[in-house]
């Protein structure tokens, strides 16, 4: 069990960020709640997957939307009211059962998503377990989770905007994360592109057994790293990639963006022209919100999911692909995928229709460091 301190979560949204791989929320609305979160609360409990009997459940709270809607929002006085109506539909949802929710975890690690559920255990007086249900990393689909890969069932799936409209839906079959995001999406569009999101009640041996351990604390580490580099003086690239585990990809200066917004994605393609050691290279990154496949000018993927692309620029504030822009000099860097992804046979198979779509047919290529 550990206390984590207002500076902890700016920490954690900055290493999140890094860890969100493009998406995941904006680092200015991470922020935002982390502020909120202080005006609830001086601190907030985190525990290890251990400390989580196995018969207690432990409730799944994010936003659900594209990153550059993340990007745009503002919170009011009344605050992040979109996940907490959908966190207290879900708890009443429950209620019929006569469970009560402890414990609260993130469905993903980025910018926004990584402390929304902190907020909501803040407000609601709950502790947050340090796990995640994507490997520490964000992802575009419901259906590209460690939670649907492992059988956490999806349903119900509760939706939330800020004025308290709420949708509940429940998929025939419990398990079918690809129907409860074709209802997510449809529900997030008619929301104005973003929505609080409530789903995936596991057990504390499910947390255990099928998702990410310690993903919010190294966010953290990853973020005062970078924070400490800023004040050193150091290279915060190099200071990433040590904690990071991670394998500088490029630096250079991006050249080219390609984006467009659809049912609910964002769409798009960097290009990145190297500098210094990496002058005459190129890298071309293709993202359904966030970064899905680098390609060498010579058209060879070099990095693919389930590992991680992360874009941080040169002065060491990680990126998402709502903040990028031409000009900007960045390096990308990419991250292992966690062994729950690569050791499960089916880990590659949940992204392989996405890939496809972009142009790639082949097998999981690991990242080579």
Request: proline residues 5%; negative net charge.
């Amino acid at each position: 069990m550990k206390k984590l301190s207002i500076q902890d979560l700016r920490d954690i949204v900055v290493g999140s960020t890094f860890l969100g791989s493009g998406g995941g929320g904006s680092p200015e609305s991470g922020m935002m709640i982390v502020n909120l979160i202080a005006k609830a609360a001086k601190e907030v409990t985190l525990v290890e997957p251990i400390e989580v009997a196995d018969n207690q459940f432990v409730a799944m709270i994010a936003g659900m939307g594209s990153p550059a809607a993340f990007k745009e929002r503002k919170f009011g006085p009344e605050g992040y009211t979109d996940v907490l109506y959908a966190f207290d539909k879900l708890q009443r949802l429950y209620d019929w059962a006569g469970t009560r929710f402890e414990h609260i975890m993130p469905c993903e690690t980025g910018g926004g998503n990584t402390v929304t559920p902190i907020y909501v255990a803040a407000v609601r007086s709950l502790d947050v377990v340090d796990a995640d249900g994507t490997g520490g990393r964000s992802v575009p689909e419901l259906g590209t989770t460690l939670y649907y890969l492992y059988g956490v069932p999806t349903s119900p799936i509760v939706l939330a905007d800020k004025n308290g409209n709420i949708v509940v839906g429940w998929t025939k079959n419990p398990f079918d994360a690809r129907m409860a995001e074709e209802i997510g999406r449809h529900v997030t569009v008619a929301f104005g592109m973003s929505a609080g999101l409530g789903t995936w009640v596991a057990t504390g041996h499910q947390v255990k057994t099928c998702l990410e351990p310690g993903v919010i604390w190294k966010s953290r580490e990853i973020g005062r790293a970078l924070r400490e580099a800023k004040e050193q003086a150091k290279d915060p690239v190099a200071e990433t990639l040590n904690i990071a585990n991670g394998h500088e990809l490029i630096r250079g200066e991006i050249t080219d963006i390609e984006t467009k917004t659809v049912a609910g994605f964002d769409f798009g393609k960097t290009t990145i022209e190297g500098i210094g050691a990496y002058q005459g290279k190129k890298l071309i990154v293709d993202f359904k919100n966030e970064n899905m496949i680098a390609w060498t000018a010579q058209n060879e993927p070099i990095c693919m999911v389930p590992d991680s692309i992360c874009l941080i620029s040169l002065e060491g504030s990680p990126l998402t692909n709502a903040d990028i822009n031409k000009g900007m000099r960045i390096a990308a860097i990419g991250v292992p995928a966690s062994e729950k992804w690569t050791k499960h046979p089916n880990g590659f198979g949940v992204w392989r229709h996405i890939l496809e779509k972009l142009g790639y047919k082949g097998d999981f290529i690991p990242l080579k460091k």
